[in-house]
């Protein structure tokens, strides 16, 4: 294979950026590098199919495969991975001390799809025994009204999900008292508002995500590397090799973290919080592969069937392209 051309849309993170900018090569290949915050990536890529190779939200691509309308099929490399206890903002005027309390309660999200609220809902389900239909949900745009679900979803009729209204915002109904949480990546823009009683539900949310794992083993996945469906008609060959580029490119951010004569992050003590994480996670604490990952992905799968997301739950391996199910890394 010589001399493809293909654009890469993903964000530009340690992990991404020594394939954006030509350290790390996929053979064969000439990549046109797209960064981008991922928002804006997954929504160009779920309904304008604008890029060959795309970061691609796992909430979306599980739905978008669960009904047989996936443009891209995904490769077993997961450049985001995020505890998301820090993302739980809620009321402080509401006797809210834990995830159980947000049962019968009005809860903001960005997007029901989203990964992060995928997780959280997973959380409330299987620890803290707080169905999907026990939690009515509001989602809309946090920061700006408008903001809406990047592709049509359709959810039972008994689970409370609306949409606010076109003028409204999530952070602007959390600060008027109309939503009890919010749940989401980014921290609403009252957050340290001494007027404001907003706060996030695990002030050391450290310590909650280190339990987390400990009773889990997971280390949630947000994000895989989606390829277009029909690149790997045309070459099969294709998913293994970026794969294997972004297990390089990976590899080389985690060198890059333990380096000490000149940082090469900016963090004075960055190489003492990786040895901290290896205590705690283990020293391959990134990994990417089908089987390594496969018992974290069936969870996602069945929470987003439980969710109303899906309308069957899929088996992980429907998720990927077949000829990457083995690779590991």
Same mark, same amino acid.
């Given at each position: 294979?010589?001399?493809?051309a293909l654009t890469l849309?993903?964000v530009?993170?340690?992990?991404?950026?020594?394939?954006l900018?030509?350290r790390?090569?996929i *053979?064969?290949?000439?990549?046109?590098?797209m *960064?981008g915050e $991922?928002? +804006?990536?997954? /929504?160009?890529a779920l309904?304008?199919?604008?890029? &060959?190779?795309?970061?691609?939200s796992m909430?979306?691509h599980?739905t978008v495969t669960a /009904?047989?309308d996936?443009a891209?099929?995904g490769? $077993? =490399?997961?450049?985001?991975r995020?505890?998301r206890?820090s993302?739980?903002? =809620?009321?402080?005027d509401?006797a809210?001390?834990?995830?159980?309390?947000l049962?019968?309660?009005?809860?903001?999200?960005p #997007?029901? +799809?989203q %990964?992060?609220?995928l997780w959280?809902?997973?959380?409330? /389900?299987?620890?803290?025994?707080?169905?999907? !239909?026990?939690v009515?949900?509001?989602? @809309?745009?946090?920061?700006e009204? @408008?903001?809406?679900?990047r592709?049509?979803?359709?959810?039972?009729?008994?689970?409370?999900?609306q949409?606010?209204?076109?003028?409204?915002?999530l952070?602007g109904?959390?600060?008027?008292?109309?939503l009890?949480?919010?749940?989401? $990546?980014r921290?609403?823009?009252?957050?340290g508002d001494?007027?404001?009683p907003?706060?996030r539900?695990?002030?050391?949310?450290?310590?909650?995500?280190?339990d987390?794992? +400990?009773?889990t083993g997971?280390? *949630?996945?947000?994000h895989?590397v989606a390829? !277009?469906r029909s690149?790997?008609e045309?070459?099969? +060959?294709?998913?293994?090799?970026?794969f294997?580029?972004?297990?390089?490119a990976?590899?080389?951010a985690?060198?890059e973290l333990a380096?000490?004569?000149?940082l090469r =992050?900016?963090l *004075?003590?960055?190489?003492h919080a990786?040895? #901290?994480?290896k205590e705690v996670?283990?020293e &391959?604490?990134?990994?990417?592969?089908?089987?390594?990952n /496969?018992? #974290?992905?069936?969870?996602?799968t069945r929470?987003a069937?439980?969710d @109303?997301l899906a309308? !069957? #739950?899929?088996a992980?391996?429907?998720?990927?392209?077949p000829? %990457?199910?083995?690779l590991t890394?």
């Amino acid at each position: 294979m010589t001399d493809l051309a293909l654009t890469l849309a993903c964000v530009a993170t340690d992990r991404s950026r020594p394939i954006l900018d030509g350290r790390v090569s996929i *053979p064969g290949v000439a990549i046109t590098p797209m *960064p981008g915050e $991922p928002e +804006q990536i997954f /929504r160009r890529a779920l309904t304008e199919e604008c890029f &060959d190779i795309s970061e691609m939200s796992m909430g979306s691509h599980i739905t978008v495969t669960a /009904r047989g309308d996936a443009a891209y099929v995904g490769i $077993p =490399v997961f450049p985001s991975r995020a505890f998301r206890h820090s993302s739980i903002f =809620v009321r402080t005027d509401r006797a809210i001390s834990g995830l159980e309390d947000l049962k019968g309660r009005r809860v903001g999200l960005p #997007e029901y +799809q989203q %990964t992060a609220a995928l997780w959280v809902r997973g959380m409330l /389900r299987d620890l803290h025994g707080v169905d999907v !239909r026990d939690v009515a949900w509001r989602t @809309g745009g946090q920061e700006e009204a @408008g903001g809406r679900e990047r592709i049509r979803i359709d959810v039972p009729a008994d689970i409370d999900l609306q949409t606010i209204g076109p003028d409204e915002t999530l952070t602007g109904m959390l600060v008027a008292g109309e939503l009890d949480a919010l749940v989401s $990546p980014r921290p609403p823009s009252c957050l340290g508002d001494p007027k404001i009683p907003v706060a996030r539900l695990f002030p050391d949310y450290r310590a909650a995500e280190i339990d987390y794992f +400990q009773r889990t083993g997971f280390f *949630p996945i947000m994000h895989c590397v989606a390829l !277009r469906r029909s690149l790997t008609e045309a070459h099969p +060959q294709l998913p293994t090799l970026i794969f294997e580029a972004f297990a390089k490119a990976r590899d080389l951010a985690l060198a890059e973290l333990a380096m000490i004569n000149v940082l090469r =992050v900016t963090l *004075p003590w960055g190489a003492h919080a990786l040895a #901290e994480t290896k205590e705690v996670m283990g020293e &391959d604490f990134w990994p990417y592969g089908f089987a390594r990952n /496969r018992k #974290e992905i069936a969870a996602m799968t069945r929470y987003a069937h439980e969710d @109303g997301l899906a309308a !069957r #739950e899929v088996a992980p391996e429907e998720l990927f392209h077949p000829s %990457t199910l083995g690779l590991t890394a």
